[in-house]
């Protein structure tokens, strides 16, 4: 309970402190566009964790839902409010996520993340050849925004999609999608409508997404399918929650931290060698700690207390 | 002249589809039987083709004397990958299920890193080479022949594995270890060994395919890999897993559909691919083989 009490205590003074932040370094725009990029990734794998966290369902699919979020930016940021814009790319998301889960997540283990695979292409190319033969102009002009505005608008939805994730964790809802994990049919059995929760969850982890891609969006002054649609953000998200760890809410968030900035370090100066360090870092981390860097960090937490019980507790407990 | 135009479609899509059942084959092996979804297969086959062009512009082998260079470097890099990668990580896996899981992920790590290595070798601008590029008339069609070539060079391929894998031991064990690894341990097949052999002969495969598509004088990047991995998946669902005449099936299906749609609508032939996926991933995920 105590150690609650100080964890909680030390989210809410990080959390200040990253809002707060632009008020000191205002004069620098790069920090503010940097820290953006940040939670652009520490949200893509914290809500790709929502879903195949819990369930192990390996969805590739993200990169489709941030680039529906790019593209609803896109169209409609010239006629409605930024609010209303990007949370209409995250509820675009959504309905396509939704419709999309309800027809394929009946679709067994690897033949779901091969289906997502496709989507995602399926629906650049789509998009690629609407632009060729309906408009007649690949890419579109955007009117970049603020790059605080931007930053701010990344400081809710981080919050929104973490205090999301906490809450799933906690309700009977995130006890479903454990239960569709442990065994699909045991949790059928129980009385969980096991369509509609992996369907609505994967929703929910493609909201936030296009919630993402929406904002992101307006970083950028020139977006085509190839940006919007690239298969760098279904990639990214999932190798960094998986270096990270899936089992609690700040596993991811290391993750993704620790890559983006190194991706910010590194991908100016030599693009190849981070992506060379990125796959190697996968290899290692998926043959020797299974459970990401967090399942090391749980390891000391217990060393350190000296109790008995193992790692494995914790588990899938967020 | 309806018959030259059909005719014409049908070798087009023969043509195509010759590699593509022959990357889907390689790919085919690695999944249905040593359970790895490679995604870093088109890795592989980026990989033949740049071996082609280095051989070929640099030291002037031609690329069918390179691919018998090739086939045992490829066949050892795929072996040797599985024994201290995959194998590892399949003893240490609680279960088949999440073995594919952790394959599959371990393969993205192995993706971007033999991508990346191949973008600090050759560069990121796109090159290419010219063999055989002379016009063949085929029946009233004509086709340049190294085409032809790369059809009867798949063909010979997958016919000789069909023969290995049908009438030798270890074919023989590779078949009892697509059905059951459990029950071919028992049965005294060294399935580690089998394992890695299948996944060595996968590269392999991919590499040749990769070989074969380089002299058709399309364009070489070290990030074209990705693109046949889609559609080495797409034609292994498409002939069901682990069936190697249906990933020739398969391939040569999608070869004849991309080829009418692109001649149809050109810039459609991928999404032509995705749909077909797509559809039959929803009605028949057992692939049109299956049972």
């Known amino acids: 309970m105590k150690k609650g009490h100080r964890s909680s205590i030390l989210i809410i003074v990080a959390l200040l402190l990253l809002v707060l932040l632009p008020a000191y370094i205002s004069s620098s725009s790069y920090t503010i566009i940097l820290i953006s990029n940040i939670l652009m990734y520490v949200v893509m794998a914290e809500s790709w964790v929502i879903f195949s966290g819990p369930t192990g369902y390996i969805s590739l699919a993200p990169a489709a839902f941030f680039g529906v979020g790019v593209y609803s930016s896109a169209i409609l940021g010239e006629v409605l409010p930024l609010p209303v814009v990007i949370l209409v790319g995250g509820i675009a998301s959504f309905i396509l996520a939704y419709l999309v889960g309800s027809a394929t997540l009946r679709l067994k283990g690897m033949y779901f993340t091969m289906f997502t695979f496709g989507l995602v292409e399926l629906i650049r190319n789509l998009v690629h050849w609407w632009e060729v033969n309906v408009t007649g102009t690949v890419g579109r002009l955007i009117a970049s925004e603020d790059p605080l505005v931007v930053f701010y608008a990344m400081v809710v939805i981080f919050l929104a999609v973490l205090a999301v994730s906490w809450l799933i964790g906690r309700s009977k809802f995130g006890l479903a999608l454990r239960g569709i994990g442990e065994s699909e049919e045991a949790a059928a059995h129980s009385g969980v409508n096991v369509d509609r929760v992996k369907a609505v969850s994967f929703g929910v982890s493609a909201f936030f997404m296009g919630l993402t891609g929406a904002t992101m969006c307006w970083r950028w002054s020139y977006i085509d399918p190839t940006t919007a649609f690239n298969m760098q953000y279904s990639f ?59 399942g090391v960090i749980e390891k000391w937490r217990k060393v350190g207390k000296g109790g008995a019980e193992g790692v494995a507790h914790d588990a899938g407990k967020r | 002249m309806i018959l030259v135009r059909i005719l014409d479609i049908v070798i087009g899509g023969l043509l195509t589809g010759g590699i593509f059942a022959l990357i889907a084959v390689g790919f085919g092996l690695q999944y249905g039987v040593a359970r790895v979804l490679n995604i870093a297969h088109g890795e592989f086959i980026m990989l033949g083709a740049f071996c082609a062009w280095t051989l070929f512009t640099k030291a002037g082998i031609t690329p069918l004397v390179s691919m018998i260079i090739c086939a045992p470097f490829f ?116 399935i580690s060994r089998v394992l890695a052999l299948c996944f060595g002969l996968g590269a392999m495969m991919a590499a040749l395919g990769g070989l074969l598509l380089s002299m058709t004088s399309i364009m070489l990047a070290p990030v074209m890999g990705m693109q046949y991995t889609l559609i080495a998946i797409i034609v292994v669902v498409l002939g069901g897993l682990g069936n190697i005449k249906g990933s020739f099936i398969g391939g040569v299906i999608l070869g004849l559909v991309g080829y009418i749609v692109s001649s149809v609508q050109p810039g459609l032939s991928m999404v032509a691919y995705y749909v077909i996926f797509l559809f039959l991933l929803l009605v028949k995920p057992s692939g049109l083989l299956g049972k």
């Not at chain 2, 599985?82 to 240490?92: A, C, E, K, M």
Request: without cysteine; aromatic residues 14%.
């Open chain 1, 236 to 294: 990214m998200p999932v190798l960094m929650a998986i270096f990270g760890g899936m089992g609690h809410l700040y596993g991811p968030v290391i993750g993704a931290t620790i890559f983006a900035l190194l991706e910010e370090l590194l991908t100016t100066k030599f693009p190849y060698y981070y992506m060379l360090i990125f796959g190697l870092t996968m290899i290692v981390v998926i043959r020797f700690m299974s459970s990401g860097l967090e």
């Open chain 2, 75 to 190: 066949f050892a890099i795929g072996y040797v990958i599985y024994r201290i990668l995959y194998n590892p990580l399949r003893s240490s896996s609680a279960s088949p299920a999440v073995f594919e899981g952790n394959s599959m992920l371990a393969s993205f790590g192995l993706l971007f890193v033999i991508q990346n290595v191949a973008l600090l070798i050759w560069g990121a601008p796109v090159k290419g080479y010219t063999y055989l590029a002379f016009p063949v008339n085929v029946l009233g069609a004509v086709f340049s022949a190294n085409r032809i070539v790369t059809l009867v060079v798949s063909v010979i391929l997958g016919s000789a594995f069909y023969a290995f894998l049908m009438s030798t031991r270890t074919g023989k064990a590779i078949r009892a270890a697509a059905q059951d690894p459990d029950a071919a341990e028992l049965m005294g097949v060294r």
